[in-house]
T-cell receptor, first 113, second 112 residues
Framework: AQTVTQSQPEMSVQEAETVTLSCTYD???????LFWYKQPPSRQMILVIR??????QNATENRFSVNFQKAAKSFSLKISDSQLGDTAMYFC??????????FGTGTRLTIIP | DTGVSQDPRHKITKRGQNVTFRCDPI?????LYWYRQTLGQGPEFLTY????????KSRLLSDRFSAERPKGSFSTLEIQRTEQGDSAMYLC??????????FGQGTRLTVV
């Protein structure tokens, strides 16, 4: 089965600190995308960052970066200089081949002022 | 606004009634997805389309649920004979092939 696992149901960190959210996955595909989505409380799901499996370079978007370890099937999200607006549910998501785009169970991140 | 649009944003219905939701994807996107999300949980896949073809439907999806995308553009999700357990947020997303999907704001269904 092709799955996505997030092992941290909740995390909290002080404002301005760095936090890393974990995601592991399992697939037999060789080429695929991985995504991190953010869902603030009662708000829309938005894309944070994506990683293409064939690229060795880790994706970066401003304060957000990934640590993609293809051999280990790990795809963690690092948020630097965390801000109050980063408080949200974070979901890791795959697109393995023609799969239906499975979400992980999510990590609830709280940024403490 | 050229994002994914869902209508209505909120729907309250009595148990046993039928409801229909609409999703307008980003215009050049060929894939369209429906998810259901309950409070504190991740989105649960319901079904997805590539153009007008429904390629996959969750085995967890009751026969009371049906979705269409007749011309490969907008899509509708119908729930017949609603039950209280159908109360949830229904999310629509679209993508260009298997790249990143963009989500609408969702339709919140409350069955009373």
């Amino acid at each position: 089965a092709q799955t996505v696992t997030q092992s941290q149901p909740e995390m909290s960190v002080q404002e301005a600190e760095t936090v890393t959210l974990s995601c592991t996955y399992d697939t037999s595909e060789s080429n695929y995308y991985l995504f991190w989505y953010k869902q603030p409380p009662s708000r829309q799901m938005i894309l944070v960052i994506r990683q293409e499996a064939y690229k060795q370079q880790n994706a970066t978007e401003n304060r957000f970066s990934v640590n993609f370890q293809k051999a280990a099937k790990s795809f963690s999200l690092k948020i630097s200089d965390s801000q109050l607006g980063d408080t949200a549910m974070y979901f890791c998501r795959n697109n393995f081949g023609n799969e239906k785009l499975t979400f992980g169970t999510g990590t609830r991140l709280t940024i403490i002022p | 606004d050229t994002g994914v649009s869902q209508d209505p944003r909120h729907k309250i219905t009595k148990r046993g009634q039928n409801v229909t939701f609409r999703c307008d994807p980003i215009s050049e996107h060929n894939r369209l997805y429906w998810y259901r999300q309950t409070l504190g949980q991740g989105p649960e896949f319901l079904t997805y389309f590539q153009n007008e073809a429904q390629l996959e439907k969750s085995r967890l999806l009751s026969d009371r649920f049906s979705a269409e995308r007749p011309k490969g553009s907008f899509s509708t999700l119908e729930i017949q004979r609603t039950e209280q357990g159908d109360s949830a947020m229904y999310l629509c997303a679209s993508s260009f092939h298997d790249t990143e999907a963009f989500f609408g704001q969702g339709t919140r269904l409350t069955v009373v």
